[in-house]
């Protein structure tokens, strides 16, 4: 069971681009996400930590831990960009690459070593390359497998190499907490304290049929992994499930016209989305989440693959009329296209439509205007050029 599997996490990613950038926030506590009063914290710097700030906490709670602190917005085409460079460096290693988002990635380095060393050597020089060449840091897992790989990079944090050698594992896995295991929450971790088990080790003394009795069959993949053993290979290739757009409001919506409003936008950026991979979405789903936190899901199978963004809002405003929204405060409304597939795979019509003619000649002139002036560059004026029976408004 050799080394051969690399995990590689960028170190508080959004908050080191923003540093990078503008030299003077370099020291300082940073968060980085949306506004002060509803927003959540994408990421924040190493420096704001101490003061108990996290991702996902409410900006809110994170200016009161850290009144200090350097608010900056979120922008992710620039961490788009970035991300592009750094799997650039990645690249240079090897194609067996399986991004789990644009800062952190698994690579299998099998077969890799006559060109360029062992994976711990590997390692080492796309650590040097990232901050050299893009004024990063990377920390590193080096293990058999993939599990073991993102706990040894967990554990490098901040700037930082791990390797956990093969007849070491043990030596590394016995002492952790039950809660660094994947898929371990704060919910099974207190079932497993209940019965004794603070430890990896601890859980070790627990037979595969006392953890499948408790977790069902995921019992038995924990079992596996309190031994360090994961089949899982990296995977080069994962087509995306789903494509949608979502967007918490800096104050509650109440008009189903500004819903409406949103929801087409929305529309529109799914759809160019789609258009731009090539596929089209057979069902969508509508999410809601009221002023009181409640949330809930609305979904469809569209009646043809679409990946217009009329069609899909057409569609979206079915779903939205089988919610509360205008007679309840709206917080967060979300779009998102499923069921995808090729495009232009669904019958072709004997009789083609001249307006759904018109429609896909209209969808590819937005699609041009969007590469040359940018996705928020082109946008329909209003609403009120769609038919009152969709929108509310008038003809």
């Not at 003077?24 to 108990?52: D, M």
């Not at 999410?287 to 569209?302: A, H, Q």
């Amino acid at each position: 069971m050799a080394n051969t599997i690399i995990h590689l996490d960028m170190d508080a990613f959004y908050a080191s681009v923003e540093q990078l950038d503008f030299p003077e926030l370099r020291g300082l506590p940073v968060i980085v996400g949306g506004g002060k009063e509803r927003g959540v914290v994408a990421a924040c710097s190493y420096e704001a930590r101490p003061f108990g700030v996290r991702s996902a906490m409410p900006i809110s709670r994170a200016l009161r831990l850290c009144p200090v602190a350097v608010l900056r917005p979120v922008r992710m085409a620039r961490y788009q960009e970035v991300s592009k460079q750094v799997f650039a460096i990645f690249a240079r290693y090897t194609d067996r690459i399986e991004p789990l988002s644009v800062d952190e990635a698994f690579l299998d380095v099998s077969g890799c070593e006559r060109l360029f060393g062992p994976a711990l050597e590997i390692a080492r020089k796309i650590r040097k390359e990232v901050r050299d060449e893009l004024g990063l840091a990377i920390s590193a897992g080096v293990a058999p497998n993939k599990f073991l790989a993102k706990l040894g990079s967990e554990s490098a944090k901040p700037d930082g190499l791990l390797e956990i050698a093969p007849d070491k594992v043990d030596d590394f896995l016995l002492p952790l907490p039950v809660g660094r295991i994947w898929g371990v929450g704060a919910k099974a971790a207190e079932q497993l304290h209940r019965y004794g088990c603070r430890t990896v080790a601890d859980l070790r003394r627990m037979s595969e049929a006392q953890l499948k009795g408790m977790f069902g069959v995921w019992g038995e993949r924990l079992y596996l992994l309190a031994r360090g053993e994961d089949s899982r290979s990296v995977e080069v290739e994962q087509p995306a499930k789903s494509f949608g757009a979502e967007e918490t409001f800096s104050s509650d919506l109440r008009r189903i016209e500004d819903l409406q409003r949103e929801l087409l936008a929305q529309a529109e950026k799914v759809a160019a989305r789609l258009r731009r991979h090539g596929i089209e979405a057979r069902n969508l789903t509508l999410k809601i989440r009221y002023d009181d936190f409640e949330t809930l899901t609305r979904r469809l199978t569209l009646a043809e693959p679409s990946a217009n963004g009329l069609a899909l809002y057409r569609a979206g405003l079915e779903l939205l009329r089988r919610t509360e929204a205008g007679a309840r405060p709206v917080r967060l409304l979300g779009l998102t296209a499923g069921g995808l597939e090729p495009a232009g795979q669904a019958q072709a019509s004997l009789f083609p439509d001249a307006g759904m003619q018109r429609q896909a000649e209209l969808d590819l002139a937005l699609d041009k205007l969007s590469e040359r002036f940018g996705s928020g560059g082109v946008r329909r004026g209003t609403l009120l050029d769609l038919p009152k029976d969709e929108t509310g408004s008038k003809k």
